[in-house]
């Protein structure tokens, strides 16, 4: 077999490669098992690049050929090369090559030599293409390759595609793949061979170094490997923090955004990076919370919004929430420009730490689309091109469009069998290789649709997860809905297992607070765990996870101070965020000077986070609302790498002693205070409510008492009305006395007084939006 391979047209000097194979069908007499690849790298000013098409001999000398060929319709310009060039001014090394064997996906080194496999269904040409390491990292991505076809007879098992080269460097080396299939786009193809593809199962990715370099804007992105390296150490003296799910107090949080600001004051290669959160651990201490939900760390490219001009042209993606591949670390987060095998080893330094701290690491993970958007503006970097009908939802009745359940312009193919295995695959990676202790599914409900887009009542992605030994020992939460009405909040399949984002605690809690009327009823039932969503076969009140602000739509600050989202900078005309926030500006919207608001908003601020961290059930928090973080209303931030997202360590600073202080000691209190972490739902021994008007909708006041075994009980009241309320307070266990520990409506430090002030009667005044936390002490 004759074939020719050529070289990309943004390359300075263009190249053309020429290579004579000896079929891999060859004798063993006269090859071993393996054939002998000769290669010629030869010098040819003149040429370009080509599609990764059949090159064909000529004796014609240095004539380049046009050649106009159709992709789904649209005529694509191809330059072929039909001879070689006359001159050698360079060789490279002669590579052995073997059939190579179909497992495991991805890159392996075997005995003799690198192995490569891929699946893919529906392809009928598969190019291997490597970049070796002779010339720079970025000047790589955009230059030369060496291509490999491979031969279906020889080089592929079933459905998948192998071979394996013996005398690769074992680092360092760029791979991606060019895929020829079938063009009929109503059947759910979208192959295009022009395409140099990223393995799914690489388990690094290299593209540009730095985040929002605007220099490498068009970056492309390539798999690597690295078998060079000593396997990390993790230390003599490590352990997992095998925190119990009913003892979790969740700090969601963005990698980037946490350190990106100057007043983080690292060092500027440290900001925004796996290593500038290993600097910022004594702050989480501080806090008091255990674990951290990071927002998604799988690489993706924070320009995707930047490849056409659009409406969003302006933006960086800084929430990721746009994956490239499963498996590898976000390059562009490992500090000083380091790529992939650097971030994969700070990734793993800062899990490290965060253990060493007693945090644990759950990860943000978003299976239901991929970064490659929809048929009208495609961005094609791997499952699209690799086997589009296998990897997403097609609708073959509407002349094979793709399925949308995630907003995004693509939705996942998550029960096919290929794609299942691809996702427990790269779930068990993170928790193999870099010991993640759970993950948070992005808009989950796309995993409980079947192969044509409906639900499934048992989802077997679902049950694979729960019921997977390497995954037993990790916290697994959905998001239980997605973008096309499959809302599962309280239904979602679970086997036990799976927790989940509870979105009526968080509707439920903001209209209470705010005052809505009707509503004392439902914040009951959520503060005491939800049982009407959970109580069902082996749940338990920590399944709920609990959260009045998330990453999406308003911080805590902006809850209490806009009626409205101001979303204009994100160029949608505001028409992008949801518009049912059940907020309260307190009077006033937005910024304002007025004393007595801003003293409402931060009593309010107060009253959610006592409200959150003494509720049965996991708390979740998002960072930045420990000291009033604003976005100034925008309630879909996902694009802005400013101080919109960014962490404000001076506004820290400024805050610590008051705003910080009360959300540090109320995160503790639950800690150390058994009553608010309950293993089974309340009894009617463990509370007692206050209260005999549940059926007044007019009634915005709840008081109720959680009872301790030991006599230290604790006496709660919130008022949502806008009058104060005299409240009798019921007698103390025997031998005890009621002490304040908290009224928000105090200053501080006198809103929480850890040790309990006495003297507490027989009645309360609760003051108009304010809470009270009593404790029985002797």
Not at 316 to 336: D, H, L, Q, V
């Amino acid at each position: 077999m004759l074939h020719s391979s050529f070289l990309s047209e943004s390359s300075s000097t263009k190249f053309a490669l020429f290579t004579s194979v000896v079929s891999t069908s060859a004798s063993p007499s006269s090859t071993g098992n393996s054939s002998l690849l000769q290669m010629g790298l030869k010098w040819s000013r003149n040429a370009s690049s080509s599609s990764g098409g059949q090159g064909r001999s000529s004796k014609a000398r240095g004539r380049v050929k046009r050649r106009t060929t159709k992709a789904y319709g649209r005529q694509a310009r191809e330059r072929v090369l039909e001879e070689e060039a006359p001159e050698m001014s360079e060789t490279i090394p002669s590579f052995k090559i073997f059939p190579g064997q179909a497992f495991p996906l991805g890159v392996s080194e075997v005995d003799n030599g690198i192995n490569f496999a891929i699946f893919s269904q529906h392809a009928n040409a598969v190019t291997l293409c490597l970049s070796l390491p002779q010339r720079g990292e970025l000047d790589r991505l955009a230059g030369s390759m060496i291509e490999f076809s491979l031969d279906p007879r020889v080089n592929k098992t079933g459905d998948i595609w192998h071979i394996c080269i013996e005398d690769l460097p074992r680092s360092n080396v760029l791979y991606g793949y060019r895929m020829d299939g079938p063009k009929d786009w109503d059947k759910g193809h979208r192959f295009d061979s022009s395409n140099v593809l990223i393995d799914p199962y690489a388990k690094l990715v290299e593209g540009r170094r730095h985040f929002g370099d605007p220099k490498h804007k068009l970056s492309k992105f390539l798999g690597t490997y690295d078998f060079d390296s000593l396997p990390f150490d993790w230390g003599d003296n490590y352990t997992l923090p095998n925190i119990p799910e009913k003892d979790l107090v969740m700090f969601e949080m963005n990698v980037r955004a946490f350190t990106a600001d100057e007043s983080s004051r690292l060092d500027p290669n440290l900001r925004g990076t796996y290593a500038g959160l290993i600097e910022k651990i004594p702050h989480l201490l501080e806090l008091g919370i255990n674990a951290v939900e990071l927002l998604p760390v799988f690489e993706f490219d924070e320009f995707e919004f930047q490849r056409r001009p659009n409406p969003r042209d302006h933006m960086i993606n800084t929430w990721g929430y746009s994956t490239i591949n499963f498996f590898a670390p976000m390059s562009r987060y490992t500090s000083g420009g380091g790529g992939a095998v650097s971030a994969s080893w700070e990734f793993k330094e800062m899990v490290k730490a965060f253990h060493g701290a007693g945090i644990e690491v759950i990860l943000d993970v978003v299976y239901n689309h991929t970064n490659e958007a929809d048929d009208k503006h495609p961005y094609t970097t791997s499952f699209r091109g690799i086997d589009n009908k296998v990897y997403y939802m097609v609708d073959l009745n509407n002349k094979g469009q793709l399925l949308n359940f995630s907003g995004c312009g693509n939705t996942l193919n998550c029960n096919h069998p290929v794609v299942m295995e691809l996702i427990l695959d790269s779930l068990k990676h993170w928790v193999v290789e870099y010991h993640i202790d759970g993950f948070r599914f992005d808009l989950a409900s796309v995993l409980c649709r079947g192969t044509d887009g409906s639900p499934l009542n048992a989802p077997p992605l679902i049950r694979a997860i729960a019921k997977d030994a390497i995954l037993s020992r990790c916290k697994i939460i959905a998001e239980p809905w997605d973008c096309g009405g499959l809302y599962l909040v309280g239904s979602f399949p679970n086997w036990d297992r799976w927790a989940e984002w509870n979105g009526k605690y968080r509707d439920d809690l903001r209209r209470f607070i705010k005052g809505d009327p009707g509503m004392k009823g439902a914040f009951a039932t959520r503060v005491a765990g939800s049982a009407d969503l959970y109580r069902i076969n082996k749940r338990k009140p920590y399944h709920s996870i609990n959260f009045v602000i998330a990453h999406d739509g308003f911080t805590l600050y902006d809850l209490v101070s806009y009626n409205l989202k101001h979303n204009e900078a994100n160029g949608e005309g505001g028409n992008d965020g949801s518009n049912d926030n059940f907020s309260w500006n307190c009077g006033f919207e937005g910024e304002t000077d007025n004393a007595d608001i801003k003293a409402l908003r931060f009593r309010q601020m107060k009253n959610f986070h006592l409200a959150l961290m003494i509720s049965q059930g996991t708390p979740l928090m998002l960072m930045g609302d420990e000291y009033g973080h604003t976005r100034y209303g925008n309630n879909n931030s996902y694009g802005h790498d400013t101080a919109i997202n960014n962490f404000q360590w001076q506004q820290l600073d400024a805050r610590k002693s008051d705003h910080f202080r009360f959300f540090s000691e109320v995160i503790k209190f639950r800690r150390t205070h058994q009553v608010f972490r309950h293993e089974n739902f309340l009894s009617k021994g463990d509370v007692t409510w206050h209260e005999d008007n549940w059926d007044n909708p007019d009634s915005k006041f709840l008081a109720f008492t959680l009872h301790d075994n030991s006599g230290g009980d604790t006496y709660l009241a919130f008022n949502a009305h806008d009058y104060c309320v005299k409240v009798s307070i019921p007698p103390p266990p025997q031998r005890r006395q009621w002490c304040r520990v908290v009224d928000t409506n105090l200053a501080s430090p006198n809103d929480f007084v850890c040790e309990g002030v006495p003297g507490i009667g027989s009645t309360y005044d609760v003051a108009p939006y304010s809470s009270i936390l009593l404790e029985a002490k002797l």
